[in-house]
Every structure is written in C-alpha cells, then in structure tokens.
C-alpha cells in the first residue's frame, strides 16, 4: 500500500494524506502491544514547513505539538507507554515558512537544495517521508 512507503527507508519516497483535514493521518499496527518512547520523523518541506501534531497509542495521546523545523529527522519523545496501534495526526493545517534564513546548501544541482514542498501543497496535508517508531533500549 501507499503507506508503506512512509517506513520503507526510502527517502526518495513519501506517503501524502489525501487534502482533506478529517483524513490527515496514519495508523500503524504494531501486530502486539509494544513499548513505544519515541517516533524520529522526516517530513515533506522539513525545513519550511510546519506539522502540528498529535500522536496517539491505542488512543491515548503521547505527543501533541509542532515539532521545530528540521533539517533532517526530528525525534519526538514521551514516557514510554505500551500499546498496539499509532497514529499520527495533523491536528491543523501546515504553513511553508524557511526557518532556517534560506541557506541554500552547496551542490552542483540547485534541486539538491528542495525538501520536496514544492511537490505537495500546504493546507490539511500530513506528508511523511519516513516515520520510525523506537522503544526503550532494554
């Protein structure tokens, strides 16, 4: 499915909601109730736009919030709690703003500096590039 390609470890991937703001999420079964402390996340546009987020398991929220703009992953963190099935969800619509003073990073390929933003459009639009969800070291 599309989803997958939110945890396929490509970044030359990403998984789009569909624009519409009831549907702006995804859910990941774990298949049995796991102990989760944290999700590292890339976003689309990591570096000019902004996601506010809420982060639930079997539920209960672990995470609400808008997570600092990003030049690669952003790691979100909480007391670990068990459970089953994840969800992250866009709780209002994203705004393209460069935080960090439009550096452009050297290459000789201007496209080597896109985050991909210009692909998806802003609004009620989760986009993720890669979503890992970590547990506690035992």
């Known amino acids: 499915t599309e989803a997958a390609r939110s945890?396929?470890?490509n970044e030359a991937t990403t998984w789009n909601s569909d624009g519409t703001a009831?549907?702006?999420w995804i859910e990941y079964d774990l298949g049995t109730p796991q102990?989760?402390?944290s999700v590292s996340?890339?976003?689309t546009g990591w570096r000019v736009r902004?996601?506010?987020l809420k982060i639930t398991?079997?539920?209960v929220v672990v995470y609400a919030g808008t997570p600092e703009k990003n030049l690669g992953y952003v790691d979100l963190n909480w007391p670990a709690k068990t459970g089953q099935k994840l969800r992250i969800e866009l709780?209002?619509?994203t705004e393209d703003r460069d935080g960090f003073g439009n550096i452009i990073e050297v290459t000789s390929d201007r496209q080597g500096a896109s985050t991909g933003a210009e692909k998806v459009k802003t609004g009620n639009i989760l986009s993720i590039v890669e979503a890992d969800i970590l547990g506690p070291v035992r």
């Open 7 to 9: 945890r396929d470890d």
């Open 22 to 24: 009831g549907t702006a």
């Open 35 to 37: 102990a989760v402390d």
């Open 41 to 43: 996340l890339r976003m």
């Open 50 to 52: 902004t996601y506010p």
């Open 57 to 59: 398991l079997d539920g």
């Open 91 to 93: 709780t209002s619509g």
